[in-house]
């Protein structure tokens, strides 16, 4: 989506080692959001950030840590990859104006522990 | 607490045929209530939403839906299905106004159109 990339897009590796998937925002927008999609579960949400170093756990968090050092990134990093966490991860944004409800997505990241 | 449930993971309807997807939610205060499709290996992009106002919501593609709070339903149709509409739908429900609004999602719906 326009505004919104997420990298890499595919990522296979292997169980115990770290990883960090970005997402990159150029709406300068205060809200992101990744979300875990996994087939029978929908979009789970792992950790959100409201700002700068501002940053929460939603329902998913256990094994991953997140990261805003800027308002236009937002990291997520997998401590020490496991076979269940690999999923497709999805960035979300979202503006504070009003109207701007609901999320805008990125394309996703593929991540595959083996 | 918030929740929203889908019934019926996978739905077939015939080309030209109505399209008819079931939304239901379960939400302490007064719901926003989003739809979300996903086509194949792409993200997910907004149809529609309900925040205030009319209960009919008119979105992208034809697509509408109605929130009848009586029935905690938000259904999402389509008159006349079209080779196009196969994807993946996501109803979505937030308890919040913009932002910070921190959606639950169904598990989803996936819609197969027969021709």
């Known amino acids: 989506d326009a505004g919104i990339t997420q990298s890499p897009r595919h990522k296979v590796t292997e169980t115990g080692t770290p990883v960090t998937l970005r997402c990159h925002q150029t709406e300068n927008h205060r809200y992101m959001y990744w979300y875990r999609q996994d087939p029978g579960h929908g979009l789970r949400l792992i950790h959100y950030?409201?700002?700068?170093?501002?940053?929460d756990k939603g329902e998913v968090s256990d094994g991953y840590s997140v990261s805003r050092s800027k308002t236009e990134d937002f990291l997520l990093t997998l401590e020490s990859a496991t076979s269940s966490q690999t999923s497709v991860y999805f960035c979300?944004?979202?503006?504070?104006?009003?109207?701007?409800?609901?999320?805008?997505f990125g394309s996703g990241t593929r991540l595959t522990v083996v | 607490a918030q929740s929203v449930t889908q019934l019926g993971s996978h739905v077939s309807v015939s080309e030209g045929a109505l399209v008819l997807l079931r939304c239901n939610y379960s939400?302490?205060?007064?719901?926003?209530l989003f739809w979300y499709v996903q086509y194949p290996n792409q993200g997910l992009q907004l149809l529609l939403k309900?925040?205030?106002?009319?209960?009919l919501v008119k979105g992208i593609n034809g697509f509408e839906a109605e929130f009848k709070k009586s029935e905690t339903s938000f259904h999402l149709t389509k008159p006349s299905a079209h080779m196009s509409d196969a994807a993946e739908y996501f109803c979505?429900?937030?308890?919040?106004?913009?932002?910070?609004?921190?959606?639950?999602f169904g598990t989803g719906t996936r819609l197969t159109i027969i021709p």
């Open positions: 309900y925040t205030t106002g009319a209960t």
């Open positions: 979505a429900v937030s308890s919040t106004n913009f932002g910070n609004e921190k959606l639950t």
């Open positions: 950030s409201y700002g700068v170093k501002d940053t």
């Open positions: 939400s302490s205060v007064p719901p926003y």
């Open positions: 979300a944004i979202q503006g504070v104006r009003t109207g701007d409800y609901g999320y805008t």
